[in-house]
C-alpha cells in the first residue's frame, strides 16, 4: 500500500441498504476526513478524526457515522442509505500537528443509491 | 460564516497564461492551499501560502495578501493536460480546510 486506498471503487445501492465504505493510510497520519463531492457544491466534510480513538462532525454528518479504532483505517457507514447520499467520496488524512496540514487524497468511491 | 469564493469556469488557450482569484472569509487563518483535480480523479495538492506574496513552482505560481482575504492562482505556458478543476481552499483557526466549489478550467487549442 502506497498513500490511501478506498474500496470500493464504486457501488451501486439499494435504499434503505446498510453500506460502509473503507479507507485505509500508510502515511501514520493522525488525521483522518471523509469528504463528499456533488456537481457545483465542492467538497464537504462528512466527518474527522484528529487521533485514533476520537472523531468529529464536519459539515454534512447526518446520515453517516465513523470510527477510529486504530491510526491507519477509518471507515465511513450508511446506516440507511438515502438517494441523497449518491455523491463521489473522497477519504483523505494529514499530518495535522498545527503546521500547515496539507491532506492527501484517496481516489475516491462513487456511490450511486437508487 | 466561512465562506471561500472562486469563478465556477473559466476557459483559456494552450500557451497562454491564466489567472484564478480566490477570495475568503474564515475564522482565523492558518493559510490557503491550491489543489488541481483532474475530472474522476482525486484532488492532489499544488500550493501553500501563509505569508504575504507570491510563490513560484514551475509554470504555477500562487499569491496571497491577507490582508484581503485574497489568493490567487497562475499558471503559465498553458498545456492541454492542465485543463482541470482548481480547488481554493483556507485553513482555519481549528485547523481545518474550509474549500471553494472549483474552478473548472478549459484549454482549447
Known amino acids: 500500500i502506497a498513500g490511501i486506498t478506498q474500496a470500493p471503487t464504486s457501488q451501486i445501492l439499494a435504499a434503505g441498504r446498510r453500506m460502509t465504505l473503507r479507507c485505509t493510510q500508510d502515511m501514520r497520519h493522525n488525521a483522518m476526513y471523509w469528504y463528499r463531492q456533488d456537481l457545483g457544491l465542492g467538497l464537504r466534510l462528512i466527518h474527522y478524526?484528529?487521533?485514533?480513538?476520537?472523531?468529529g462532525k464536519g459539515e454534512v454528518p447526518d446520515g453517516y457515522s465513523v470510527s477510529r479504532a486504530n491510526t491507519d483505517d477509518f471507515p465511513l457507514t450508511l446506516a440507511s442509505a438515502v438517494p441523497s447520499q449518491t455523491s463521489v467520496y473522497f477519504c483523505?488524512?494529514?499530518?495535522?500537528?498545527?503546521?500547515?496540514?496539507?491532506?492527501?487524497f484517496g481516489p475516491g468511491t462513487r456511490l450511486t443509491v437508487l | 460564516g466561512q465562506n471561500i469564493d472562486q469563478p465556477t469556469e473559466m476557459t483559456a488557450t494552450e500557451g497562454a497564461i491564466v489567472q484564478i482569484n480566490c477570495t475568503y472569509q474564515t475564522s482565523g487563518f492558518n493559510g490557503l492551499f491550491w489543489y488541481q483535480q483532474h475530472a474522476g480523479e482525486a484532488p492532489t495538492f499544488l500550493s501553500y501560502n501563509v505569508l504575504d506574496g507570491l510563490e513560484e513552482k514551475g509554470r504555477f505560481s500562487s499569491f496571497l495578501s491577507r490582508s484581503k482575504g485574497y489568493s490567487y492562482l497562475l499558471l503559465k505556458e498553458l498545456q492541454m493536460k492542465d485543463s482541470a478543476s482548481y480547488l481554493c481552499?483556507?485553513?482555519?483557526?481549528?485547523?481545518?480546510?474550509?474549500w471553494g466549489a472549483g474552478t473548472k478550467l478549459i484549454i482549447k487549442p
Open positions: 478524526s484528529n487521533t485514533a480513538g476520537t472523531t
Open positions: 483523505a488524512s494529514s499530518d495535522a500537528g498545527g503546521g500547515r496540514n496539507e491532506q492527501f
Open positions: 481552499a483556507a485553513l482555519d483557526s481549528n485547523y481545518q480546510l474550509i
